[in-house]
């Protein structure tokens, strides 16, 4: 077996063909393009290339991007003015504060600063509160997952009653999608740094989904032959024999896992397009929500 490896590109450009319709018709009805603010605490590579990557496929789909960059040692006070600067803009209609932060800040208080209906990337502790509820509805999904699971639909792999696995617990990736999951009715199992035995729960798993940030974690040989990986691992390697010195991988080990599996995902290419197509559509969706339109159908 020889796995289907995954590009997101040809996923994501078909949602941006309907973004750009979007962002176009706002633009023609108030005279101004949506816009996203991105906040940047640090110089975590991954983290700046994620915000690059961000702005050019805003320019693309026809959406403003405006970011604010601050230092690794910017204060708390820094980071809140920031998130308020883009409150207070009319023209920003999408706010997204690029996690983790530096451990000497308090995320959740800097989340919370997000005018909740401004929070494109589902990062609200009240979004994921009622993502968190049976019954409730969230304004907006955290990005990554709402690409994970757009990726697992467009894939068509059947969620009901399947065992899905997250590696994971994370507040950006793990603990959203495991919800987004159950949802869609899988048996969600959530394995993290202290779970014994992680290779037999692989094993059984017809769903991985590997977001530990940990390069080449997971070995092909624990998983279940067929099963589908999505995997959000984004680490830099070095690399003598790259012309930059170093390259990404994922959490998954390719090479062993390409002969195991079904589907996997590319790192990168993979997962990143959805994350930031999903931001960005959400974007554009809360520019009609802010002026009580809505989108081209």
């Not at 040989?221 to 390697?237: F, H, M, Q, R, Y």
């Not at 554009?284 to 009580?292: D, E, P």
Request: with cysteine; hydrophobic share 40%; net charge negative.
């Amino acid at each position: 077996m020889t796995a289907q490896i995954i590009d997101g590109n040809p996923i994501a450009e078909r949602l941006r063909d309907q973004i750009a319709r979007d962002a176009q018709a706002f633009q023609a009805q108030h005279g101004y393009p949506p816009g996203l603010g991105v906040v940047l605490v640090g110089d975590d590579p991954a983290s700046q290339m994620y915000v690059r990557m961000k702005r050019r496929a805003c320019e693309r789909v026809g959406v403003a991007s405006y970011a604010h960059l601050l230092p690794s040692d910017a204060s708390q006070d820094d980071v809140e003015s920031a998130v308020r600067q883009l409150n207070d803009d009319p023209k920003v209609h999408g706010i997204l504060v690029q996690l983790p932060l530096p451990k000497h800040l308090d995320e959740e208080r800097v989340l919370q600063n997000i005018r909740v209906e401004k929070d494109a990337d589902g990062a609200h502790p009240l979004n994921i509160g009622r993502l968190a509820m049976k019954g409730r509805t969230p304004l907006f999904l955290p990005a990554t997952p709402a690409g994970i699971m757009v990726i697992l639909r467009d894939l068509g792999v059947e969620l009901s009653g399947a065992n899905a696995v997250v590696i994971g617990r994370s507040n950006i990736v793990g603990m959203p999608v495991a919800l987004l999951l159950m949802e869609a009715n899988a048996t969600v199992t959530i394995c993290h740094s202290r779970t014994k035995n992680l290779q037999d729960y692989l094993a059984q798993a017809d769903v991985v989904i590997a977001a530990v940030g940990r390069p080449n974690y997971v070995n092909g040989a624990w998983l279940k032959p067929g099963c589908t990986v999505i995997d959000v691992g984004t680490n830099k390697v070095d690399d003598p024999s790259s012309e930059k010195g170093y390259r990404y991988v994922g959490d998954v080990d390719l090479e062993s896992a390409r002969e195991v599996v079904g589907a996997i995902t590319q790192v990168p290419g993979g997962v990143g397009p959805l994350t930031i197509t999903m931001l960005i559509q959400q974007t554009v969706k809360a520019a009609f929500n802010q002026v009580g339109g809505s989108a081209v159908q």
